[in-house]
């Protein structure tokens, strides 16, 4: 009898410490509210010029990570892409992460949510030294700051996605600079060349600056002399409707020339002269732009009857063309036979050099509620470890200030012209709506081949209506 009650003492004390087990189990394998943040969550994430198949290791690597976090990616066309982005938003079914333009940020800041100073997400992991088991806990890592993005990312990325946002709570503003979005990439204009047509020519080398482009431009073109036809074009410039990208070439060649596009407001004041220069530099690169499809010059070689400028050097017919990474991916599946080679942009003095850059950047939708995974995610596939094998895929140019892979796309074909031009490349718009001053400068650019007005005024009409946009 004595050993039977001591038995059942035994039993007593051993359920009574496994029921303490079961009740506290929570809390020995973790933070219970952690455990309960710790679910199945989708991120649903919208982008245009990366395929999948571009950005599976990236979402595989971060789900390695976070394996309860899945990534639903869309591509989505780049001609209805916002529209479709600003509908979605407005009927509380739009993604989580999203590309913006670097030209949008402004545009969009009201709708995104910006980087927080820390993020903070539920992990789970084995712990035990003799008996494993899961734990549950929040990690809480700390962002990269302003001055961060200063420091990481080349210089044109910091003006392009910090932005001051005012924090306060009540009347007296607070503004604070805040971190809307981060690239991936950085893009960067740059020269095509068939070099068939430059072969046919003579000509042994690409030209490095616009004087010598201007003669070799007049050395590839073929005009029929009997109806006046362009047969080859020696470049595709000059008019806006048929150039892909005449903003941002018609913009880089008044930087070029030292225009002032902005003040420190970032009003745009290309219009005004420049202290010790004669003429206005603008002035200057619009004559220079149009000179192309003007008959007035011996550099004609295009107009606005001629098919749009990608296709007709796809089609050989045109000697240098101007466009993106992009194109160079274009190029290589719509035309694989075409001979042709990348050249960094014609400038103006190589003591002054300057490019053009056009990127993306991902941001988060204020209206998600996944917001510490979403920007966990970002951080996570911008980090240079991380996004090198996107960048080697992709070939396009890194957006990181990092040594090692500027050097390593510096030794790439593919890549190298683009990385060339990196520390040089900056872009200057950013207002609320660059379509406004896309039209405008179409707008500046036709005027001038019209000559109906004063280029003084026709300048002056841009300027006011791209200040239309910004304000």
């Known amino acids: 009898m004595q050993k039977r009650g001591y038995f059942h003492k035994v039993v007593t004390i051993f359920t009574i410490v496994a029921v303490l087990v079961l009740i506290t189990g929570c809390t020995k394998g973790g933070d219970s509210s ?3 943040a710790y679910q199945p969550t989708t991120l649903v994430y919208w982008s245009v010029w990366n395929d999948e198949d571009m950005m599976r ?3 595989s690597d971060y789900r390695k990570i976070r394996p309860n976090v899945s990534i639903e990616y869309r591509k989505k066309l780049y001609d209805t892409y916002e529209q ?3 509908e979605a938003m407005a009927e509380d079914r739009g993604p989580d992460v999203f590309s ?31 008996k494993k088991e899961e734990v549950v806990e929040w990690q809480s890592k700390k962002s990269i700051t302003p001055y961060g993005v200063e420091q990481t990312y080349l210089d044109v990325v910091a003006p392009d996605v910090i932005l001051e946002t005012d924090i306060s709570e009540d009347k007296t503003p607070n503004i604070v600079d805040k971190v809307y979005a981060l690239p991936l990439a950085i893009d960067n204009l740059v020269m095509f060349y068939n070099k068939d047509l430059l ?3 003579s000509i042994l080398e690409p030209a490095d600056n616009w004087v010598t482009f201007s003669e070799q431009v007049k050395k590839m073109t073929r005009i029929d002399s009997e109806s006046g036809d362009i047969l080859i074009s020696g470049t595709a410039l000059g008019t806006s409707e048929n150039i892909p990208r005449d903003f941002d070439i018609v913009s880089l060649l008044m930087m070029q020339n030292r225009a002032q596009m902005t003040d420190e407001n970032g009003f745009a004041t290309f219009a005004s002269n420049v202290t010790g220069v004669s003429q206005n530099p603008a002035i200057g690169a619009l004559n220079f732009y149009t000179q192309f499809a003007s008959p007035l010059f011996q550099t004609y070689c295009w107009n606005s009857d001629l098919p749009d400028a990608f296709t007709a050097f796809r089609d050989g017919k045109v000697g240098y063309f101007f466009g993106y990474s992009y194109h160079r991916d274009l190029l290589d599946s719509s035309a694989p036979n075409l001979n042709y ?16 850059a056009s990127y993306w950047v991902e941001s988060v939708s204020k209206k998600t509620d996944q917001s510490d995974y979403a920007w966990d995610f970002i951080q996570f596939i911008t980090d240079e470890k991380n996004v090198t094998s996107y960048l080697e895929k992709t070939k396009k140019p890194t957006a990181l200030r990092s040594t090692k892979i ?5 030794e790439d074909p593919a890549t190298m012209v683009f990385a060339e031009q990196i520390f040089t490349a900056t872009s200057w718009y950013r207002g609320k709506d660059v379509v406004v001053a896309e039209k405008a400068f179409a707008q500046m650019i036709d005027n001038t081949l019209i000559a109906e007005e004063k280029i003084n005024k026709i300048l002056t009409q841009a300027v006011s209506q791209v200040n239309g946009s910004i304000r």
Do not use: C, F
């Not at 913006?100 to 712990?127: D, E, F, G, S």
């Not at 080679?341 to 053009?356: E, H, L, R, S, T």
């Open 34 to 36: 952690a455990q309960k």
């Open 57 to 59: 290791d990236l979402i």
């Open 84 to 86: 479709e982005l600003l």
């Open 100 to 130: 913006i333009h670097n030209t949008w940020v402004n545009k969009y800041q009201n709708r995104l949510l910006p980087l927080p100073a820390t993020t903070r997400v539920p992990i789970k992991y084995m712990a035990g030294s003799i």
């Open 199 to 201: 072969n046919s020519s």
């Open 341 to 356: 080679g990348i050249a960094p942009m014609p400038q103006v003095g190589q003591q002054q050099k300057a490019n053009y």
């Open 406 to 410: 500027v050097n390593s796309q510096l």
